[in-house]
């Protein structure tokens, strides 16, 4: 340990990178588009009409699912128990590992057109209902943020007291008053920052509108954004359109500023093998609040209802993988060359990302814990969740602009992608190491220093212990992602480059659909495995007590 | 009289059996380590757990068919008593009417009974901004309130500074003189048992003993 690096130079260096892979494409971009006409915008209606649908379909989504995630994480939470629930739980927290042009897929032959469901219904000559546009954009939406906010909510209503919960048996309360007077305001108070989350993440919903959106009547900003590059290479639209979404986003994430006042959004859902908290049944406090055969009925029928919906396009999507074309599209060489794409790029965006992550909160938490500079160090974290507010196809736009004078932006596409994807998975990155490296710092950092323990002997023996479950946590969520990411290929693929998700939503617009089928079997698989793996092989066995 | 009557409970590798039978208006004071079943017991007699064999007798009636709420039983636990968007007059109103529909003389004996733990004045006050002897204090009225010949604590004192504990045993003492109820204090401190003038029941290896 002779030489050491200053505190501030991984922070400064993960900043510098950040800085050089966000401002100058933004400035590039702001430069081409030269003077926005706002007036213009102000009157042009096919981009007020964009702008009122992103808002619009993105607020009834968040209603929806919020309306549809309260009953489920009711349900579970009064069913402490019963023999697979620790599985369905386990399902809810999948919504983000799945990819979300892989859950399209399942949802279209599940919902759509020719979907299980219309096929149900023509059997009593029930005419097919209507599915692109709105209703499937809403279908897709909830199927991604109904679980999300039902294992949320359930979070919150699992931290109520045991003893709470005693009090309500001892003083004979009906299942009415335990809502009123525990479960709501348990729920209440994660509501609005759980309601700008689920906003947010459908208002930059880019794969699902793009896939089930019908036309100009139903297109978000970021579905704009795209077709005004790629398809008509009106720079000055895409700007003038980047620039409203990221007045949008800012804004969006200036109110999630405010609303934050807990952290129990965390990332603890997707730790593996938990749950097995209450080892003797009959004895869980809540146990017979909710008597009787009629509750039982309506407990049931909510977690069938929840699980159908969510399992069901899983189901329909693994079901039709298997079929004429299985073998044929697995010795495909395009379907190879875009896995080999698709494992690199997942990959190398998850370390660099992970890297990212470390190099910032190793400053950030010098300057929070031991130079006490607390609001700064939460400054320069904030940096790292630059893509909130820069959406990856306005990040995109300007890459592309920036780097298309000096070359060939469609042969490095992969480079680009991956700069992209190591964006977007930073902020679960910081969410996830953030409150295990702070604890791994400040819990013991004064012991530590009075016993001499520091350098190598510090990390092998008291960080790398701590921290490794994150670590894996946090590699295998930004991989997943990384791979399942269809935004940024969207923008930089071609007939040369592609991965899984761009293959796959090619082969669907062409209604090459066995084919799409077994594409999508194949990338739900990698990105199974990618999880699963790395979590494997970097957490480490469970350990008692853990 | 309360007989505890060959109550035998297995959670998994641990085993009790429990044999006692207790004055209508006694105070015990239940003592034993940590992890030894202390509460356990406490939640078998409030039916929040169900025992494997044997019997729970109140006045002769067996208790093990009745619900929490039906059971003569109330329980003032170490913490987590109250509402934190419930006033203290609401609070202690949930042991008279879990609906919180209160007519004017439930109103009236809500007050009397925060009279008797010091608390007038109080009452429209949110636990949040009490200290925590005085949110103690109101669960405690609540359980006075709802007139169950059983007062069951679960150490309620632990979470107290050494001050406030002996006013609150002090008060304790007063209340029980007034209330007589059967009480039984799991407590992990010789001197509050001392300080209640408790008899001691001592629980090691999963049965009780009792002392002088």
């Known amino acids: 340990m002779s030489t050491r690096w200053p505190w501030w130079a991984s922070g400064t260096a993960a900043l510098l990178i950040i800085a050089a892979m966000t401002l100058l494409p933004l400035a590039a971009m702001l430069a081409q588009a030269g003077a926005i006409d706002w007036q213009g915008i102000a009157n042009n209606t096919y981009l007020l009409r964009v702008i009122r649908f992103s808002l619009y379909?993105?607020?009834?989504?968040?209603?929806?699912?919020?309306?549809?995630?309260?009953?489920?994480?009711?349900?579970?939470?009064?069913?402490?128990?019963?023999?697979?629930?620790?599985?369905?739980?386990s399902l809810f927290s999948l919504s983000l590992v799945i990819p979300t042009i892989v859950a399209i897929y399942g949802i279209v032959a599940v919902f759509g057109r020719t979907g299980w469901l219309n096929e149900f219904l023509a059997l009593s000559d029930i005419k097919p209902l209507a599915f692109y546009g709105l209703p499937g954009i809403l279908i897709a939406h909830v199927f991604f943020n109904m679980p999300l906010a039902a294992r949320i909510l359930l979070n919150s209503l699992e931290s109520i007291p045991a003893d709470n919960w005693r009090l309500c048996r001892q003083l004979g309360m009906t299942p009415w008053t335990i809502f009123r007077h525990l479960e709501w305001h348990r729920m209440k108070h994660q509501l609005p920052a759980l309601a700008l989350l689920i906003f947010t993440l459908c208002f930059t919903s880019f794969a699902i509108v793009m896939t089930l959106g019908g036309g100009p009547r139903s297109t978000t900003i970021e579905v704009a954004i795209y077709q005004a590059l790629r398809f008509d290479f009106d720079i000055t639209l895409a700007v003038s359109l980047a620039c409203v979404q990221l007045l949008i986003c800012l804004s969006l994430m200036a109110l999630s500023t405010v609303l934050r006042h807990d952290n129990s959004m965390g990332f603890d859902i997707y730790k593996m093998g938990q749950n097995s908290k209450s080892d003797t049944g009959q004895d869980d406090p809540r146990q017979g609040l909710w008597p009787g055969t009629t509750w039982n009925l309506?407990?049931?029928?909510?977690?069938?209802?929840?699980?159908?919906?969510?399992?069901?396009?899983?189901?329909?999507?693994?079901?039709?993988?298997?079929?004429?074309?299985?073998?044929?599209?697995?010795?495909?060489?395009?379907?190879?060359?875009?896995?080999?794409?698709?494992?690199?790029?997942?990959?190398?965006?998850a370390c660099l990302s992970v890297t990212l992550g470390l190099a910032l909160l190793?400053?950030?938490?010098?300057?929070?814990?031991?130079?006490?500079?607390?609001?700064?160090?939460?400054?320069?974290?904030?940096?790292?969740?630059?893509?909130?507010?820069l959406p990856p196809l306005v990040l995109g736009t300007g890459l592309f602009l920036l780097l298309r004078p000096l070359a060939d932006v469609f042969s490095i596409a992969l480079i680009l992608v991956i700069m992209i994807n190591s964006l977007m998975a930073l902020p679960f990155v910081l969410r996830i190491l953030e409150t295990p490296m702070m604890n791994a710092a400040s819990a013991q950092d004064r012991l530590l220093r009075s016993l001499g323990i520091q350098g190598w002997n510090r990390w092998r023996h008291i960080d790398w212990p701590q921290l490794r479950k994150p670590l894996a946590l946090s590699l295998a969520l930004s991989a997943t992602l990384s791979a399942g990411d269809l935004s940024a290929i969207a923008l930089f693929g071609s007939e040369r480059v592609r991965t899984l998700p761009l293959l796959l939503y090619q082969r669907m617009g062409s209604y090459r659909l066995e084919e799409a089928a077994v594409t999508a079997g194949i990338l739900l698989l990698t990105c199974l495995l990618l999880f699963a793996a790395i979590q494997w092989l970097i957490g480490g066995k469970e350990r008692a007590g853990n | 009289m309360l007989e505890i009557d060959k109550l035998t409970l297995s959670l998994g590798p641990r085993h009790w059996q429990f044999d006692l039978s207790l004055n209508t208006h006694g105070i015990y004071a239940l003592l034993g380590r940590s992890g030894s079943g202390k509460s356990t017991l406490l939640n078998l007699i409030a039916g929040f757990m169900h025992p494997d064999k044997g019997d729970i007798r109140w006045q002769g009636e067996s208790l093990l068919s009745l619900e929490p709420a039906e059971r003569p039983v109330t329980s003032l636990f170490q913490q987590q008593n109250l509402f934190n968007h419930l006033t203290v007059r609401q609070n202690v109103g949930l042991g008279i009417d879990p609906g919180l529909k209160l007519s004017d003389r439930q109103i009236l004996a809500i007050q009397s009974v925060l009279e008797d733990v010091g608390l007038a004045g109080h009452e429209n006050k949110l636990p949040g901004s009490l200290s925590g002897g005085e949110q103690q204090r109101v669960a405690l009225a609540r359980s006075l309130l709802r007139r169950r010949p059983i007062l069951l604590l679960d150490e309620p004192f632990s979470a107290l500074d050494a001050l406030t504990r002996q006013e609150m045993t002090a008060l304790l003492r007063q209340l029980i003189e007034t209330y007589k109820p059967c009480v039984i204090m799991v407590t992990h401190d010789e001197d509050d048992a001392t300080a209640m003038q408790a008899e001691v029941l001592r629980l090691v290896d999963g049965r009780i003993t009792r002392e002088g």
Request: glycine share 6%; proline share 4%; charged share 10%.
């Open chain 1, 57 to 89: 379909q993105a607020l009834a989504s968040t209603v929806l699912a919020l309306l549809s995630a309260i009953p489920v994480a009711l349900a579970l939470s009064h069913k402490p128990t019963f023999p697979g629930r620790s599985l369905i739980v």
């Open chain 1, 298 to 349: 309506i407990h049931g029928g909510i977690l069938v209802i929840g699980i159908v919906f969510v399992l069901l396009p899983l189901l329909a999507l693994v079901l039709s993988s298997f079929n004429g074309k299985t073998l044929s599209v697995l010795l495909d060489t395009t379907t190879l060359s875009a896995l080999s794409n698709t494992v690199a790029v997942s990959l190398t965006a």
């Open chain 1, 362 to 389: 190793q400053s950030t938490r010098h300057l929070r814990i031991r130079l006490a500079r607390e609001r700064m160090g939460q400054w320069l974290q904030l940096t790292g969740n630059i893509i909130l507010v």
